[in-house]
């Protein structure tokens, strides 16, 4: 039996006496200890990323509808008064960052956003389907978001937008 190997020293040629690979080993640790915070760093950014763009869509929907809900009140508060008027209203130019377009029909309202195409589509509680002295309300128009400003005209029983 070996001397060497009964007093706990390496038998290994290539590094005698027990030395050597302690370098190595030392910097196998601190690259792997790197590379793993570099991974948890990028899952991390993934799922920040993931959870900012759930919060900004549902902040863009909810702006849509809120829109929506001005626009909708305002058309039936033109329908209910006698004669022709107008109304002027403040909208925000964009929604989360994206400008909007809004197209107004006898279908109903309908609100789309120009860049990722998000749409929201109101039926203005059927108010194109009521009679009132004998005629059904027409409407009509298309207006983008651009301007932070919208008109809305009522001549007639007719409703329209710009």
Known sequence: MNSNNQKGQSH??????????????????????FTIG????????????????HYNTQAVNDQIKSVRDVLVSNIIKLL?????????????QKLGDEEYSIELTNAGLNITTLKTGTSLFSNMF??????????KPEFRGRAISRRGQLIIFKTGRTIIIS
Do not use: W
Request: include cysteine; charged fraction near 15%.
């Open 12 to 33: 290994c040629r290539l590094y005698p006496m027990g030395t050597g690979r302690k370098g190595q080993i030392l910097l196998f640790q601190h690259v792997l200890l």
């Open 38 to 53: 570099v991974a948890l760093f990028m899952i991390l950014l993934v799922v920040f990323n993931i959870y900012q763009a």
């Open 80 to 92: 209910e008064k006698e004669g022709d008027s107008s109304v002027v209203i403040e909208l925000p």
């Open 126 to 135: 059927h108010i194109n389907e009521t009679e009132t002295g004998g005629q």
